[in-house]
């Protein structure tokens, strides 16, 4: 089993659309993840952490975890154009990776 | 120059080639990360070196031979590639390998073509 899953998408929204992105781990020890924005023909760049369970929120992002689930969430707020890339989430502790969600935010 | 910087960008060679991919990091870290990201697949950690000592290797072939002389370089030396290795090669860093080791800072990648 993957330590940490994520459905590969594409994903497809209109812009304005709140878009929601979802990770599942398997490793009761993992306590703190991220999530990372990759744009086509770049590196990831890191969008958000956070700990245990609860939701963070940064502007229109908003990560949330649910650890008797184990669960993980990302919801983008009246998602914009730019927010077209692909999403990884990743744990903490062992820098694992899903494979990432594509996400295309159409005008 | 501030950030991840990896070389080149494209690389295409044959089976029976030798070349290296360089990164460099302008952010004072002293962990740096090779990762392979190939179409459909999770990022796969390749080899962690933590103040200039390699402190992971995840089974990676012995085609692929990692260098870092200091803490704001590394290479990683490639011969007798297959087909199957092509793919995205990302480098990263980050402060150390400890709580904030999460916290990794990516290079643009280098996209390889192995023929």
């Known amino acids: 089993q993957k330590e940490v899953e994520q459905d590969p998408g594409p994903l497809s929204v209109p812009e304005g659309a709140i878009v929601s992105l979802n990770c599942t781990y398997s490793?009761?020890?993992?306590?703190?993840f991220m999530w990372y924005r990759q744009y086509s023909r770049k590196g990831p760049e890191l969008l958000m952490y956070?700990?245990?369970?609860g939701n963070k929120e940064d502007g229109r992002f908003t990560a949330q975890v649910d650890k008797s689930s184990k669960y993980i969430s990302l919801f983008i707020r009246d998602s914009q154009p730019s927010d077209s890339a692909t999403y990884l989430c990743a744990s903490y502790q062992k820098v694992t990776f899903g494979t990432g969600t594509k996400l295309q935010v159409i005008p | 120059e501030t950030g991840v910087t990896q070389t080149p960008r494209h690389l295409v060679m044959g089976m029976t080639n030798k070349k290296s991919l360089k990164c460099e990091q302008h952010l004072g870290h002293n962990a740096m990360y090779w990762y392979k990201q190939s179409a459909k697949k999770p990022l796969e950690l390749m080899f962690v070196?933590?103040?200039?000592?390699?402190?992971e290797n995840n089974s990676v072939p012995s085609r692929f031979s990692p260098e870092c002389p200091n803490s704001s370089h590394l290479f990683l030396h490639l011969h007798t590639l297959q087909p199957e290795d092509s793919a995205l090669y990302l480098c990263?860093?980050?402060?150390?390998?400890?709580?904030?080791?999460?916290?990794?800072?990516f290079g643009s990648g280098t996209q390889l073509s192995v023929l």
């Open positions: 990263a860093s980050s402060a150390s390998r400890g709580l904030t080791m999460g916290k990794l800072f």
């Open positions: 070196y933590n103040f200039k000592e390699q402190t």
């Open positions: 490793n009761s020890a993992f306590q703190y």
């Open positions: 956070t700990y245990s369970s």
